[in-house]
């Protein structure tokens, strides 16, 4: 089985240096790590403090760990913070993050670079998020004794740990030395292979929304759109999401701003959205350079309908705005962030394949969520929650109470490493 993976990891690095010829993020993904050792050895040379190493795959993985990374830093600034990042989606945005000392990607998995990247940072813990399995790393991390932990993790027995041909990657999860769980069927499922240093801690995102919602960043050009209207935020929207949303809002006679977040911004896509609409839609970036005290821009942004937010790294504060939230890739991409907008007092809605997100249940069972198949589910739900206000306030209300009895999974994980690892 070693061998397998072995050859697979060696297929997916040619397999991105093939599409880096026509893909971007694949390109990136290639240039981030030329001369990366090289670029770490400088970083890490001459440093003598102790180093704690955070790994996530990509941007939301580095928000669910955000709120540890700066829990520790807070306590403990004597401690160095490396991230590291496999995909280009964290890494462009983040590495400039201002509560890490290093931002690196991470090389790819081979017991070489794994014991190379090691012997380099020597990092005295390891934390990786969510669903981190790299062999290599994991092994020869644990041969150095360096203690591991897994956070915000959830298991499902359709995984193939959980498998007859699992074996390989049950092995895997015994080199951690603890991990954190979002819920006790996990636990049950990990105890059943012999996996018994695991405990639940709950998700660390509803930690970060929480922070998100008591910093109430402020948005200009969005607030001069919404013009205190009722307002729909569509976040990380897929084709597939706006399949169901465009006859939604193209029917849809009563008053209503969108705020429109695509998954990728992509000019292609954008101009095919906006050909879709028959509502009046603008792109954020339009007004960015702008004087908002200008008449004919406030004109401008009040007559439009729908805001085509065309920009990275604003779509979980912009959640303060709406009324009702739209969350994509529940169509088959992977249902994104829900808690987002649910700690702003907000119903969300979203597609038909939510079942692997533990919080998209919880919510749809309490009555704060919704979840639709079709263009006619989303014009029902929509229209109740639009001409009912009573409804939409309890839905609302439902959202936000979950969130808060749900907070203080970072703190659980905090007090672990300082009484369990770090004890200083």
Sequence with gaps: MLFLYNLGIRFYSFAVWVASFFNPKAKLWLEGRKKLFARLNTAFQGNTDPVIWFHTSSLGEFEQGRPVIEHIKANHPELKVLITFFSPSGYEIRHDYDQADYVFYLPLDTRRNAQKFLSIVRPQAVFFVKYEFWYHFLNE??????????????FRKQQ?????????FRKVLRNYTHIFVQNQASVDLLQSIQVQNVSIAGDTRFDRVKAIADQQEQFPIVETFVNAQLTLVVGSSWWRDLVVLIPFLNDFGAPIKTIIAPHEINDQEIERLQDTLNKKSVRYTHFQDQPLDDEAVQQALRESDVLILDTIGMLAGLYQYADFA?????????????????????????????????EAVDMVNLG??????????????????????????????V????????????????RYFIEKIYKK
């Design 368 to 397: 704060g969520a919704f979840s639709i198949n079709n263009a006619e589910e989303l014009s029902q739900v929509m229209n109740d929650l639009y001409f009912d206000e009573e409804k939409r306030a309890k839905a609302a209300k």
């Design 326 to 358: 739209y969350i994509g890739g529940a169509f088959g991409e992977g249902l994104h962030n829900t808690l987002e907008p649910a700690v702003f007092d907000t119903p969300v809605l979203f597609g038909k394949e939510y079942d692997k997100y533990q």
């Design 160 to 168: 193939f740990f959980f498998k007859s041909y699992g074996r390989f």
């Design 399 to 414: 959202c936000t109470e979950y969130v808060l009895a749900n907070l203080g999974s970072s703190d659980k994980i905090y």
């Design 141 to 154: 991390t644990q041969k150095t004794n360096v203690p591991m932990l897994l956070f915000s993790s959830i």
